[in-house]
């Protein structure tokens, strides 16, 4: 009988093993132009914008979803009303419930003190640890259906740039730290953050959510500051799975995580913000991270893509990309036109079960939520992946 027994439970625990559960990404453009406007605009409940992102998270359904550019306030008010009204019956679509979510303070709007963009003034936006015209603008949200380990995850926020391996901190043409020697040390490597946060499978076995959102590798001079940023931001989660010490050794944090590099089962995601071969980014970070025999890419695609860079032509039309991989519209004349910025790379110890990018056709049902100007609920589209 006890034989049996056994024999039961472990066919029902494989059984439970072997459910898919699906992880996305979406920039979905929950920034507003002040404190608390977000939290006002989701309260309303008449923004157009808002209902539409509601539509297509509670029609793609994701279990774990990471949610950028979502305004960050300390007492996460605006994440808890988001997340209510997302729990609620919506016409066609029925309400989702988050119970779980790991949304800390982050660098975006956060004071430095010095003049990180070299422009010769103080106080804008991008003299703040992370571009942002107050605290948590542009932050960003993990929400999950299942259990989240938040007294297990790693947040390496704070990592200095200089202090990472590597680092590719920007210089002068004659070879001199830019913007000063004085703006380097205390700048920071993450523009919002870096997290490794633990979620509990419904089997017991953990996964590892590896978020970020690193910063546009554009708006800046010569000296290439962003792009040099988003690069070592991209590149840092290749560094973090690796046998590579993660700080130099001379570091002044203490955040190395030595041994403690996460599970054998985890996903890198978010708005990546670097396309593999087109946009003014450096292509080579994010094409070491998709090759990286750590991870796997599933190449999500949708046909509404290639619809929109046929019709909308202008840069797209020189694009060497599949435009069937693209998950974000931007300005197509004079660039850079709709590109791939947006990731979810599962580890191969993963089994992808299917994958896809929430870009419908004109002809397609959902059309009506992206809007004939690709711009009714977010210029990036939602990226998922079924994972076993």
Partial sequence: MRVALTA???????????????????????????????????????????????????????????????????????????????????????????????????????????????DGKLGGAADAFGYGHFRGQYAMALVSRFPIETDRAQDFSELLWRDITASNMPTRQDGSPFPTQAAQAVMRLSSKGHWVVPVVLPDGRRFDVMASHPTPPIFDGPEDLNGWRNYDEIVFWHLYKSSQPLLKENAVADADPGDNRGTRYFVVMGDLNNDPWDGDSRHAGINLLRHWKGVQDPRPKSRGAVVAAEVQGGANRQHRGDPALDTSDFRDVPGPGNLRVDYVLPSRSLTVKGAGVFWPAPDEAGFDLIGSDGRRSSDHRLVWVDLE
């Fill in 8 to 118: 039961v439970f472990l066919l029902l625990a494989a059984a439970v093993a072997a459910d898919p559960f699906r992880v996305a990404t979406f920039n979905a453009s929950l920034s507003r132009r002040g404190p608390g406007k977000l939290l006002a605009d989701i309260q309303s409940g008449t923004d157009p914008q808002i209902a539409a992102v509601i539509r297509i998270i509670q029609t793609v359904r994701p279990d774990i979803l990471l949610i950028n550019e979502l305004d960050h306030d300390y007492e996460n008010r605006a994440l808890i009303a988001f997340l209510a009204v997302l729990a609620q019956d919506n016409g066609d679509t029925h309400g989702i419930k988050y119970p779980y979510f790991f949304a800390p303070p982050q660098n975006t709007g956060v004071p430095s003190g010095l003049d990180l963009n070299g």
